[in-house]
Every structure is written in C-alpha cells, then in structure tokens.
C-alpha cells in the first residue's frame, strides 16, 4: 500500500490556466507538507497543515493555495499558472516534527 | 536561511568513505538527513535532536554540533545504493519548519 500518494504523476499546461495536484496520506499523520523542486534540485517547503490548520506558510504566492478537506488529505491548488511555476511538486506527511515520508511527487510543466 | 552543505558533489569508489556536512548560522533545534536518487522522492535518513547525539544507520551515521550549529553524515565503506543527492534538513529557532540545503551530489562507482 501506497503511504503517501500524489495525482497527477505529469501535469502539462498552459500558460494562465488554474490545476490542482491532490495528495493522500494513509499513515495517520497529523502533519502534511507541500515542497517545491526546482530544476536545481532545490527543494523549498511551501506550505505545512497540522489538524486541518495551517501552520506554515512560506512566501509563496497567493496563487497558490492549500486545501485539506481532513486529516489524510492535502491537496495544491495554483491559480493563473506561470512559466516560472514549472517544478516537481512534492507532497509530505508526519507524525509532529518526526521523519516525513514524501510522497512521489507531480511534475508540473508550463508551456 | 538555507543551511550549506558541503561538498556539493563527491565521487567515490565502493568500499570508500565519505564525509558530508551541514551548517547553519542560526541556533538549531534539530537536524533531518534525507537522500533522494535520481527521478524519486526523497527518503528519511535519520534526525538528530539539539545535544550533540550521535546516531546510525546500518554504516550511515550522523552527528550534531549544537555549539557549532554543524552536523556531518558519515559513509562508511560506502556501497552502489549509496549514489544519490543527499539533503540536510535544519530546524532553527520556534519555527518548526524545514529549510533543506542546496544537497550533496554522491556517486559510487564500482
């Protein structure tokens, strides 16, 4: 069984369209995390929920933005998307501030 | 601020050592390692907690300066599974986030 979960694996668009990158986790953790890698392999935490509330948010744009309809759910949504926005897009989860199990990621492409 | 790692890239021979570091200029509270190979997610080495803890992983370990806000991954006797980007991962202050470090290109040859 899968840990964490990411849909879709390759997502191509355009210019200005809105996507969305769903997440599950079925580890019972209380703790999810969105990352972004870039093609420099860089890898910058986004945004993090714990218990449904969001408790991190990095200067991110406020294009995108979290939604966790639970606790084994956090799904990204980018509004307008760029060109500069094109990375893999990492989900996470822990128990608190323990080891995170990442998830295996979306490659997001902006043409 | 990101932690720097150092070096950013080594080659090895199998049965070789290494040596990876990591620091930070702000006080920390814990230290993640992570490797990541090529096209895969990142997977969870081990953390170290502010108290100067040494910690292992079969002939992967780790230790944490809190003085010094270092920490350094040792590779012992290094194998082929070893090759991959490895990423430190650092908790400072109240925040309870991760900044990772820019990662440490490993590649074991045969």
């Known amino acids: 069984d899968t840990a964490v979960s990411q849909t879709p694996k390759y997502l191509v668009t355009q210019m200005g369209n809105d996507k969305s990158i769903k997440c599950e986790q079925n580890?019972?953790?209380?703790?999810m995390y969105w990352y972004k890698q870039d093609s420099k392999k860089f890898l910058k935490i986004m945004f993090s929920?714990?218990?449904?509330?969001?408790?991190i948010n990095e200067t991110v744009p406020n294009r995108f933005s979290p939604k966790s309809p639970d606790k084994a759910h956090l799904n990204l949504h980018i509004n307008s998307l760029e060109l500069g926005d094109s990375a893999v897009y990492f989900c996470?989860?822990?128990?608190?501030?323990?080891?995170?199990?990442f998830g295996p990621g979306t490659r997001l492409t902006v043409l | 601020q990101q932690p720097v790692q150092s070096p950013q890239a080594v080659i090895l021979r199998e049965g070789e050592d290494a040596v990876i570091n990591c620091s930070s200029s702000?006080?920390?509270?814990?230290v993640h390692w992570y490797r990541q190979k090529h096209g895969e997610a990142p997977v969870f080495l081990m953390i170290?907690?502010?108290?100067?803890e040494q910690k292992g992983h079969e002939k992967i370990s780790a230790s944490f300066n809190e003085k010094k806000q270092q920490s350094s991954l040792y590779l012992t006797a290094s194998q082929l599974s070893y090759s991959g980007t490895y990423f430190c991962?650092?908790?400072?202050?109240?925040?309870?986030?991760?900044?990772f470090g820019s990662g440490t290109q490993l590649t074991v040859l045969p």
């Open positions: 580890l019972g953790h209380d703790t």
């Open positions: 991962g650092t908790e400072a202050g109240s925040a309870r986030q991760l900044t």
């Open positions: 702000k006080a920390l509270y814990s």
């Open positions: 170290l907690l502010k108290g100067g």
């Open positions: 929920y714990n218990n449904k509330e969001l408790i």
């Open positions: 996470a989860s822990s128990h608190g501030e323990n080891e995170q199990f």
